[in-house]
């Protein structure tokens, strides 16, 4: 009894910092409604699950950027809750942010929190993602279409080299989030390969073989678990939209005993890469986050001191853009990841991959 009483009295002992915790959360929080501007800059980020990428290279490469530029900035994740995110670009205007870089989670938050920051008086820069239609002075991005026929011609060179093409191979496709500006480019480059190669005859799409799977690999998994019972396991090629939905293809490759198929990827991921080295995945687009960050960030800092922003090639939906060029990335030459600090080779070569690395 007396053990049960002390944990009784621990516990209460607990919930009572905790709330002593949470009260301090609080009052930090409610801090930025002061007039006093205590940063420039505030990146908004979307979420740590549809890509890794958010989590492991934007949000140090931009922290990283307007510290060397010695500009007060924020960078905030959202975890996949649009009303979340809008939060926090209140909270960015609240401290003065003069710039938000933004990468929307969905067309209509995104619109939302542009308008705000616009009637704040601040300039804001589209991240990644462009909300078409908005009040952006800028967008920042790779060139997605050019991504997604990296993709469709990296399936059909996988398919080659297998000597599979000529066979009228039977192929599925897995987009992304409808809702996402940037998966809807990425199939209409991918689509502008393949469609018509459909039409000739050439490939065979799936039946039921076109989905869309917001981005989830849990979703992805059970749609392509489904694909595969509808065609009796005879899918000889996947156009994945990005790295995380080629690993739900991979995990259901074997768990129907299956071997491995032309399968493509996006965002050369550590685990995209080691399934590229086992021979289970055919490829994977590389952005340099580095340089998109980078890219974003300067002309964030050109906009803060009144500077031209530079880097600007062309206009996206009317919206003044700078566009990045992707790499397709294969076992020829995804050492390049290494070389240019995108990757280590300790994220990659190691355990039962190590052997796949020379």
Known sequence: MKNVSRKFVATLVALGLVGIVAAGASTAIAKPTSSSASIKACALLPDTTSSTRYTLFDAPYLKAAFKKARVAATVLNAHADPQKQKSQAQQCLAQGAKVILLDQLDPVSGASITNLAVSRGAKVI?????????????????????????????????????????????????????????????????DSILNPLYKSGTLKQATAGDQWTDWSATKARTIFDQMLARNGN???????????????????????????????????????????????????????????????????????????????????????????TPVWITKANYKLLFTEGFLKKSQVCNGDYAKYCK
């Open 126 to 190: 589209d991240y990644d993602r462009l909300v078409v239609g908005s009040k952006a002075s800028y967008y920042v991005s790779f060139d997605n279409k050019v991504v997604g026929k990296l993709q469709g011609k990296g399936l059909v060179a996988a398919l080659k080299a297998r000597g599979q093409y000529s066979n009228h191979p039977v192929i599925a496709e897995l987009n992304g989030d409808i809702k996402d500006n940037n998966a809807k480019l990425f199939k209409s480059g991918y």
């Open 234 to 324: 005879k899918i000889n090629g996947v156009l994945a939209a990005n790295d995380g939905l080629a690993g739900a293809v991979v995990a259901s490759l074997k768990a129907h005993g299956l071997k491995s198929i032309p399968l493509t990827g996006q965002d050369a991921t550590p685990t995209g890469v080691q399934f590229i080295l086992a021979g289970w995945q055919s490829g994977t687009v590389y952005k340099s986050v580095r340089k998109e960050a980078n890219a974003a960030a300067a002309a964030a800092i050109a906009i803060i001191k009144k500077k031209p922003v530079a880097g600007v090639n062309g206009k996206v939906s009317g919206t003044k853009s700078i566009l990045l």
